[in-house]
Nanobody, 127 residues
């Protein structure tokens, strides 16, 4: 069983920065793509960013491109989301997720391409 634990959320003013971390259990972390999603109150969970198994290929939602950066440290079984120039509309619960078998060299955007999810961490951006 894979466990994903997010941390690093909090309250920040608009224009500020946060770095989210997601620590994964298991010995096959480097085999799979990893992604970040978010869900605001009353809205569907949406794709934010994804990284291929070695972090060499990344993909971003248009709404965060140029402001957020996904990275991973396979030696630490951890994926990160650096969030800069935060806006109030970035307020949401942020989830990390592990891609399904075979996604390693891709950066999937669909929720059903991920099979394990963390519990989420709240990010609140005040105006």
């Amino acid at each position: 069983q894979v466990q994903l634990v997010e941390s690093g959320g909090g309250l920040v003013q608009a224009g500020g920065s946060l770095r989210l971390s997601c620590a994964a259990s298991g010995r096959t972390f480097s085999t799979y793509a990893m992604g970040w999603f978010r869900q605001a109150p009353g809205k569907e969970r949406e794709f934010v960013a994804a990284a291929s198994r070695n972090g060499g290929i990344t993909s971003y939602a248009d709404s965060v491109k140029g402001r957020f950066t996904i990275s991973r440290d396979n030696a630490k079984n951890t994926v990160y989301l650096q969030m800069n120039s935060l806006k109030p509309e970035d307020t949401a619960v942020y989830y990390c997720a592990r891609g399904t078998y075979g996604t390693g060299w891709t950066t999937p955007r669909a929720k059903d391409a991920y099979d394990y999810w963390g519990q989420g961490t709240q990010v609140t951006v005040s105006s």
